[in-house]
């Protein structure tokens, strides 16, 4: 009996310890943390100057996607923030864009970056940080490489550079081929020398030219490369700088098909008279009858009163995809989503998407002529 009175007053006191120390200080013991309430993700791109369509495109991509999972009930009911900054494509504000976004915003998860140079730049920080990031748009080999918390939405410049020649060779009858890039862009340089390398295989690269990013009088080059007579040109640059390139090639009379890639998307709103007739490697066509497609233009011209590029759908397939890691991991511990992220097999509005052992997606390259200012699909090419 007298044992059985001790162990009641051992209790009355643990108890009474317990609920006094609960209550000490206005009630500042350690709980258990609670869920998060918001999700945070950064995307970094170009939001200002002459790249800024790509930049707005990803971030008004992903904003849609995040009210679509937000008007859904959230990730297990937290809502998903975007949170984007401007890099200017800059390497410099791209890396400091980042250190903001892990610092001061407390992201879990990056979107971006939307260049390649700009998110090679970020990529070695990322790796020590163990961030999670999901380039839509960084074709740039070397952005997945070594890289396990890296993954890209976009197919690689290898991939649409070797693509854009097989096309050319077989579809296009083209034997002789011209190239002319910016050496001092990544992006550029790549499907440049994957193209040039695919094309010498079956026929002959007559010219290789390169310029640097503040050129704008082409026509010495075009006069050497018309010399030559191609019967393809490739271009692998960006609107502002290739739309300037097309409009000297059509006022010297060069009769040449010119090719680009994916950074041509967009062309047709402000060149459309001098991109008639040329090809592009794209990630997806707005003339695609596919659910999914339609659906997203319908819900992005809604939000945004204009037509999505496929930039603004890789940034909204991007922000899907990173929300379903996040989903699957059921944690927001950067080791976990980053699992899930190798993990995925889903469909997005430019294609089903898994991604291989360097963080690459498996997924479909089309083709796009411009004819009357529209996106037509010459070809598809490859996928799963």
Known sequence: MKKRITVLMIITILVLSTVLAGCNAGGTTATTAAPATVI???????????????????????????????????????MVEIIAYDSKGDKTEGVNAYNRLRDQDGIVGLIGGTFSGVTLAIKEIAIEDGMPVLSPTATNLEVTLNAPNVFRACYTDPQQGSTAAIFAADELGATK??????????YSEGLAVAFRDQFASTGTITNYEG????????????????????????LPDYIAKV????AQIKEMGIDVVAMGGDGW??????????????YLVNHYAKTDPAEIVQNFISAYEAKWSKSPNALAALGYDSTKIMADAILRAGTT?????????????????AGHVTFDENGDPNKSITIIQVINGEHVVAGKVGGN
Do not use: R
């Not at 081929?177 to 990544?186: C, F, K, Q, R």
């Not at 511990?333 to 509005?349: F, P, R």
């Open 40 to 78: 945070k993700l950064g995307v970094i791109g170009p939001l200002t100057g002459d790249y800024s369509q790509y930049g707005v495109a990803v971030e008004e991509g992903a904003k849609l996607a995040a009210e679509e999972i937000n008007a859904a009930g959230g990730i297990n009911g937290a």
């Open 177 to 186: 081929a011209a190239v002319l890039y910016n050496i001092e862009d990544p």
């Open 211 to 234: 310029y640097t990013k503040n050129d704008a009088d082409f026509k010495s080059v075009l006069t050497k490369i018309q010399a030559q007579d191609p019967d393809v040109l490739f």
């Open 243 to 246: 739309g300037v390139i097309l």
């Open 265 to 278: 998307d967009g062309i047709e709103i402000d060149y459309a008279d001098v991109a008639e007739g040329h």
């Open 333 to 349: 511990e950067s080791a976990a989503v980053v699992a899930a992220l190798a993990a995925t097999d889903m469909d997005g509005v």
